[in-house]
Every structure is written in structure tokens, then in C-alpha cells.
């Protein structure tokens, strides 16, 4: 029989039959089939054979024999043959085809699974089958295309539209995946992996009263469903709803414990375990757990290594990401790509997420010697796509984070393949050969839990746009809706960044600063209302909290921005863009240096700029520096001279020795494949 892949289903076909008026011998073969006696099975069905050789049941039945007996090649010569002899029998060709598949030759099963389709145009068996044979190949509009069939002829069935759901989400096509997983749950009421899809694909597209809603459900359903009770978690992160938060998390790391411990797949993505979790050990365990389910499809990978020197003069590298849009990483990448020295470097950008017509789209696009819009192509094409351009070295950008297609890399289109940028931590992915890093986000003793060969930044691996503008318009206070005498700490983080750990520093510090306020990110009104409560379970006005609107003009952020005293880093996740844009805004960021990649960024940038005294090395140290810039307009007005400095001498800002910098990495990277040698860390 076919085998499901992931969440693929398919009927169990091929059973033993027998025609009416059957001889004793085949009476015999057939109930030695039935009963499990698999040996005297093998040899009826010979003794048969040999004496009618294109007996098409007896083919079909033998070839169900040898494949249960562990012999596929038997199996496939004999059905092979019922189809030589049976040319216009359908369920010939579908019969080879389902073991063409078991047996990974899927081009072949393809095929087959055409000609019976051929021949029986509402084969909904054939369709369906031709659908998962597509989706193992990452081809997944012509698989969709055959779900769709499979439904036209077959009508509404519930694993059929789970399949085709899940083709969609393979292709980051969240609101069609919706669709078909709401009808799959309709059809189903009482499945909780249907309903866990419609929560899951409720929360890609951020609709997240009604994600939750729909992974309560699971849990009143399977109360061990761990995927559910994982997701769920984090969308209470999301919303700043901690006792959920504390319900919940004792059961999500006791399901990723026993998964590991039992090396089964742990719920819990390697996303949300850094955002949980700051021991790198752990978080190395559940990324790799996390990474071995994207198999290469069935392409043959490159050869790492060039046979030969390349004749091209520059080396070409490509970036792949889901976010050339108005996102943080498309705020770093445009700068970069933009001072790249044309003279050895040639720069192709694969994009495949939203395109925004943004201005940062249009920077990356025009920017670019090649840009290819790969959202319309699937995984299978834009793997071909990749590889006929040649790339030296390319450069994911995305990673495990929200959109990513992770089935391009592992095809490993490029001999070389880095990750950078999208996601704070080591890949565990075989295919990524290096990681582009520095000696702060990681420093010796964390080497061992990095899979990759590091690639360290002389100085921050972060490269700041230092070309970004800032609105000049005139803007007050009061225009921001802030208090005009008031001392305004700020920490724009998203809300999964900020804990209860962070939240109770903040309210020490607000406490201690008494003219103080705490200007937030507005995120939902369900996170709004929770963080105010929270502050006043905390004996603090819940006015004292003030939440900014969402700006799109950048420059109009940045300056906004600026209107704050002190920014309050968040602690187990640090801002990243977030840091960087107080920066570059003249604002002062306090942090504390954390155990792991994501809570040490907002420290690498300040070395960078040279200001490690806003670097503290523990809570307590955090909270005492924020009271004393709270309490001491001079010391805020010393260290923002400070910074003004930092951005017009220190390295942070310096985008063009950065981007030198990064250029000289890759250009290493380059030679050591040309050269033939394996991947090994670089420091320039």
C-alpha cells in the first residue's frame, strides 16, 4: 500500500480478489493470502502464473504477495507485466503506480498514475494518489490541482481536503489552506488533528481570538494533543496573558521532554522554544528535532564542492527570504545589498513572500542584479530556477521563521548555503554549511551547539541601514500622545518578547522613577487590556502605560521614536530591529546579557557602538541603570551625547565597512568550495 507522508492519506487499495468461478487453486492462493500465509501464497500464485501468465488477478495478487514477503522489485516486475498485458485496464497502471511510489520512483508512479487517469478520467483513487505523489516531489500546484480533481469526481471528503489544505500551507497560501481545513473539520467534527489545522492556519493569518478558540477546542478533544497545547502557548505569549501562559508551559516542556527523551517529533518549533527557553543546549535539541522532518525531495543534490575553478570574475551570491517587503529584515537587507561592490560581487535576490510594493521592495529589486519573484513558482521549480543560475553562494535569510520554504534549501540548489539574519540560533539542517555571526551573540562556549561553520563579523553580525532617514517635521510629545514633563521609557517589542520577568523590573523601575511612563507597542486590544492589568495587580496606574500606534512611513518611526528618554530592552528575547532603530534615533537602549543567541543581541549592537555600560549582567544590575538615567537628566543627556557619537563614529553605523566585512566572509566561503576544502569557521 501507499504510506501517507505527514499528513497525506490514502485509501488502502490493491486487495486480493478473485473472479467468479474461480478454480480450487485460486480459491487456495487466495485464502493463503488472506490468512497471512504469505510462503504458500508465493508459490500458488507461481504455479498459477505459469500456467496462465496474464492473469491479470493473479498478477495483482502475487505482486500483493512479494511486496508483503519484502520483495518490491518482484512486485513491480509482476505488475509491470499486468500492464504489458492489460494495456486499457486502469487499475493496472494504478496498481504500478502505487508501488513505483512505495518504491520512491516517482516520476514513474507519475506517470502511471497518468495513464490510468487516461483511461478513467474520474479515477478519484488515481487523482488522489497522483496528488501525494506530487506533494513528495514539493510540486504543489500540480498536486493541488489533482486534490481538486479528486474532489470534482469524488465529492466532498474530509482526508482529501486535509491534503489539499495542506498543500496550500506547504506554499505559505494560509487563507486557501483555511478554507479546505474548515471543511475537513466540518466533515469531521470530532478529528482533532483537522480541527488543530484550522487553529493553526487561523493563527498564520494572525486571527487569533478565533486560532485559540479552535485549539481549546483540541484540547477538550485530546487533552495530550502537545502541537495544540504548544501553539495555544504561544498566542497567550502573544497576548501578555501570563497565567495562561503559566498553565500551559509546564505542559509543553514535559511534552518536548518525553518527545526527545523518546525520539519521537516534539510539537514545540524551534521559534517558539527560543522565545521560552534560554539554555541553548535545549533549544539546539528541539531545532534539530524540528529541522529532520524536511527531507531533500527527490532531486539529486549538487556536489558541495566545484569540480573546477569557475571563469566568472565575481562572485555570485544569492539571498533567498520570505520578507522583501516592509519587514525587519528587508530594513537591514536593502542597505546591504545596496553598497555591495559590484566589482566581485554579483547579487541575485529570490523573493517569495508578500510583495508590498513597498519602497524596501523596490530598493531590494532595484538593487539587485537579478531579482525573481518566486511566490507563484513551487518549491520543485524554484529549485531548478536556483540552480540554473549558478549560484556560488546562497544565503537564507528566513530560516525556521514564520513563511519560510525550507524544502528550496534542503534540495541544496547551491554548493554553498549560508543562514543569516531571519533567525537567532543554528539551523541543525545539514544543508546550511555556514552561519554568519559574531563573538558576542556567540561566544566560545557556545560553539558546541551551533551545526554549522561560523562565519563571525569582525564587529556586530546585525548591519544597520546607516543611510535610513529620519522625518524632520516638527513633532511634539504631546502630538504622540505622551506627556510632555514626564520621563518616557519605551520598549517597542512585540508582545511575546515581554514576560512577566521583564514586566516586573518595569514596574520596579516605574515605581522608583515616579514621573515615569511606559510607552509600548499597541499590539491587540486583548494585549493592551492584559498588560494594564497587569500593572495595576502591580499597585501601578494602568494610565502610566501608553501604547503607540503603528507607524508605516520608517522615517515618521524613527522620529517618533526619538521623543523617548530611555528604551527598555526586553530580556529573554531581545529586539533586534527594534534595538537598532533606537539607536540610529538617538535613543539609549538599556539590556542585560542573556544565555543565548536571542537575548544577546540588543549587547552585541552596544559593544558595536561602544557603549557597553548599558550592558548589564543580570535583573537587578538592568533595573539599577534604568533608575539612574530615570532619576538623573544629566546622566541621560551624557549618555545621549554619547551615542550622537557612536552614530557618527562607531562601528555599529558604519554600514560600508560592515557590508566589507560581510563581503570578505563570503568571499571566503567561495574560495575554500573552489579550492575543494570543507566548510570551516572564518574570522577575518
Not at 222 to 249: E, F, K, M, T
Not at 624 to 629: F, H, K, Q, T
Request: charged letters at 25%; hydrophobic letters at 45%.
Amino acid at each position: 500500500m501507499m504510506a501517507p507522508t505527514g499528513k497525506l492519506k490514502t485509501k488502502k487499495l490493491n486487495k486480493a480478489s478473485t473472479p467468479d468461478g474461480t478454480s480450487a487453486i485460486d480459491t487456495e492462493a487466495l485464502a493463503a493470502l488472506q490468512s497471512g500465509d504469505l510462503q504458500r501464497a508465493e508459490q500458488l500464485y507461481r504455479d498459477i502464473l505459469a500456467a496462465r501468465p496474464r492473469d491479470l488477478l493473479a498478477l495483482n495478487n502475487a505482486a500483493l504477495v512479494a511486496k508483503q514477503l519484502g520483495q518490491p522489485q518482484l512486485a513491480l516486475t509482476r505488475l509491470t507485466k499486468a500492464v504489458r498485458y492489460h494495456p486499457g485496464m486502469a487499475q493496472a497502471h494504478f496498481n504500478l503506480g502505487n508501488t513505483l511510489a512505495e518504491m520512491s520512483r516517482l516520476d514513474e508512479a507519475i506517470a502511471a498514475y497518468r495513464h490510468a487517469i487516461e483511461l478513467k478520467p474520474d479515477y478519484v483513487k488515481a487523482h488522489l494518489n497522483l496528488g501525494i505523489a506530487f506533494d513528495k516531489q514539493h510540486r504543489f500546484a500540480d498536486a493541488a490541482a489533482a486534490y481538486h480533481r479528486a474532489l470534482v469526481f469524488g465529492g466532498d471528503h474530509a482526508e482529501t481536503h486535509s491534503n489539499l489544505g495542506n498543500c496550500y500551507k506547504a506554499q505559505n497560501r494560509f487563507r486557501e489552506a483555511l478554507t479546505h481545513f474548515i471543511c475537513a473539520a466540518t466533515l469531521e467534527p470530532h478529528r482533532a488533528e483537522f480541527i488543530y489545522d484550522v487553529g493553526m492556519a487561523r493563527f498564520e493569518i494572525r486571527d487569533y481570538p478565533e486560532a485559540a478558540a479552535a485549539l481549546e477546542r483540541v484540547l477538550e478533544i485530546d487533552a495530550s494533543h502537545a502541537g495544540a497545547a504548544s501553539l495555544l502557548l504561544y498566542i497567550h505569549q502573544i497576548a501578555c496573558n501570563w497565567p495562561a501562559v503559566a498553565r500551559l508551559r509546564p505542559l509543553v516542556s514535559a511534552a518536548t521532554d518525553a518527545a526527545l527523551a523518546q525520539g519521537r517529533r516534539c510539537a514545540e518549533g524551534p521559534l517558539e522554544s527560543l522565545s521560552r527557553d534560554a539554555d541553548p543546549a535545549r533549544n539546539a535539541l528541539v531545532t534539530r528535532d524540528f529541522a529532520a522532518q524536511f527531507a531533500p525531495p527527490a532531486i539529486a543534490p549538487l556536489p558541495r564542492r566545484r569540480a573546477a575553478r569557475s571563469s566568472r570574475q565575481r562572485l555570485r551570491v544569492g539571498y533567498l527570504s520570505a520578507d522583501f517587503r516592509d519587514h525587519a529584515v528587508a530594513h537591514v537587507m536593502a542597505g546591504i545589498i545596496e553598497r555591495h561592490d559590484r566589482s566581485c560581487i554579483e547579487v541575485f535576490a529570490y523573493g517569495y513572500g508578500v510583495h508590498d510594493s513597498s519602497s524596501w521592495r523596490q530598493r531590494i529589486e532595484a538593487g539587485s542584479d537579478r531579482f525573481v519573484d518566486l511566490t507563484a513558482i513551487d518549491d520543485h521549480a524554484a529549485i531548478e530556477l536556483i540552480r540554473r543560475d549558478d549560484i556560488d553562494v546562497l544565503v537564507d535569510l528566513t530560516l525556521w521563521t514564520r513563511g519560510s520554504r525550507p524544502r528550496i534549501c534542503a534540495a541544496r540548489p547551491a554548493r554553498v548555503q549560508v543562514q543569516y539574519l531571519g533567525f537567532p540560533g543554528s539551523s541543525w539542517a545539514p544543508q546550511y554549511d555556514y552561519a554568519i555571526v559574531d563573538r558576542v551573540v556567540v561566544p566560545p562556549d557556545h560553539r558546541p551547539f551551533w551545526s554549522e561553520a561560523l562565519a563571525f563579523m569582525t564587529d556586530c553580525y546585525f548591519v544597520p541601514d546607516a543611510s535610513q532617514p529620519i522625518a524632520d517635521e516638527q513633532l511634539t510629545r504631546l502630538d504622540a500622545g505622551l506627556p510632555a514633563d514626564a520621563v518616557v521609557f519605551c520598549s517597542l517589542n512585540q508582545g511575546y518578547k515581554i514576560d512577566r520577568t521583564v514586566f516586573d523590573a518595569w514596574a520596579e523601575i516605574l515605581k522608583a522613577v515616579p514621573n515615569a511612563v511606559l510607552w509600548l507597542a499597541d499590539g491587540s486590544q486583548v494585549t493592551v487590556d492584559n498588560l494594564r492589568q497587569e500593572a495595576a495587580a502591580r499597585g501601578l496606574d494602568p494610565q502610566r502605560l501608553i501604547f503607540a500606534e503603528r507607524i508605516d512611513d520608517k522615517a515618521a518611526h524613527l522620529q517618533r521614536v526619538g521623543l523617548a528618554d530611555v528604551a527598555l530592552d526586553t530580556l529573554a528575547y531581545n529586539g533586534h530591529t527594534t534595538t537598532s532603530d533606537a539607536l540610529w534615533s538617538g535613543v539609549p537602549v538599556i539590556t542585560a546579557q542573556g544565555r543565548h543567541f536571542a537575548s544577546r543581541v540588543s549587547a552585541s549592537m552596544l559593544q558595536a557602538c561602544g557603549m557597553p555600560g548599558l550592558i548589564a549582567q543580570d535583573v537587578r544590575e538592568y533595573v539599577a541603570l534604568a533608575i539612574d538615567l530615570g532619576l538623573s537628566e544629566s546622566r541621560r543627556g551624557d549618555v545621549r551625547t554619547q551615542l550622537a557619537d557612536a552614530r557618527r563614529c562607531g562601528a555599529l553605523f558604519d554600514s560600508g565597512r560592515a557590508v566589507r566585512n560581510l563581503e570578505a566572509l563570503l568571499m571566503k566561503m567561495g574560495q575554500r568550495d573552489r579550492a575543494g576544502l570543507d566548510p570551516a569557521d572564518i574570522e577575518m
